[in-house]
């Protein structure tokens, strides 16, 4: 059996359908678990207070935000090269999501960076990355919404796809280019100076673990909805033509 079987659009669905009611109920008991462990049963920090509680929601969005980026990369080259449609849509399915993450990731940011930094905004590197990712975002989503064939559409996404990937690994890696920047490191480091504490440690493993699979979720999710789109789509052209 080959991986490449489930880029048919019958297999996907069937496969889909079996794979999101587990993913649902997995993702949802981790979030619930992992963010009241987070939120209500770890101690306030010595410098931040309770402030910096709000790491079990910017950690994962924001992680979450760059890694949405890298799956459409993913998909959209095997777009471009196997011309698969179930992995471009799953790309355009991904991307109101990857900004949702990226929103996310920007606000709570804001909301720790006042108390931290004195302020909500400040143009470090990698909140300058998170802001040009978010506008290749919506470049995105409104290329594919401007063209009206899908296979040019998908085409065009999938390059812009591949420059934005420079942001999203500028997004990832800001702090180790350029030290200058108020941004803390990498919460999450082989490195024992800069990683946080066990208490806050183990419950943001969890709330990551949960952001990961209710990304994969809705991604499902929201490609099963552009396939059964493509089909109406099409069902209604074949009548139109007919009629």
């Known amino acids: 059996m080959s991986l490449w079987e489930y880029a048919n659009p019958v297999k996907f669905m069937a496969l889909s359908g079996r794979v999101l009611p587990v993913l649902t109920i997995m993702s949802a ?61 799953a790309a355009k399915a991904a991307a109101p999501i990857g900004i949702t993450m990226t929103l996310i990731a920007i606000a709570t940011g804001a909301i720790w960076g ?44 999938s390059i812009l796809c591949m420059v934005g990937s420079v942001f999203a690994l500028l997004s990832r890696y800001a702090v180790n280019f350029w030290s200058q920047g108020l941004h803390q490191g990498a919460s999450l480091s082989l490195d024992k100076e800069q990683h946080v504490d066990n208490a806050f440690y183990f419950p943001l493993l969890v709330c990551i673990g949960a952001f990961i699979l209710l990304f994969f979720t809705l991604v499902l999710l929201r490609t099963r909805t552009e396939i059964r789109l493509r089909r109406a789509v099409a069902l209604a052209n074949r009548r139109n033509s007919h009629g």
């Open 29 to 89: 008991v981790l979030l619930v678990a992992g963010l009241i462990w987070g939120f209500f049963f770890t101690p306030d920090d010595y410098k931040q207070g309770s402030t910096v509680k709000i790491i079990f929601l910017h950690v994962p969005a924001a992680m979450m935000a760059i890694n949405a980026w890298v799956m459409m990369l993913v998909a959209s080259l095997i777009w471009l090269i196997r011309r698969h449609h179930v992995s471009a849509l």
């Open 114 to 157: 006042k108390p931290t930094w004195g302020t909500y905004w400040e143009w470090d590197p990698r909140l300058t990355a998170f802001m040009i990712l978010l506008v290749f975002y919506l470049g995105y989503i409104a290329l594919w919404e401007a063209i009206e064939d899908k296979d040019t559409a998908a085409d065009l996404t």
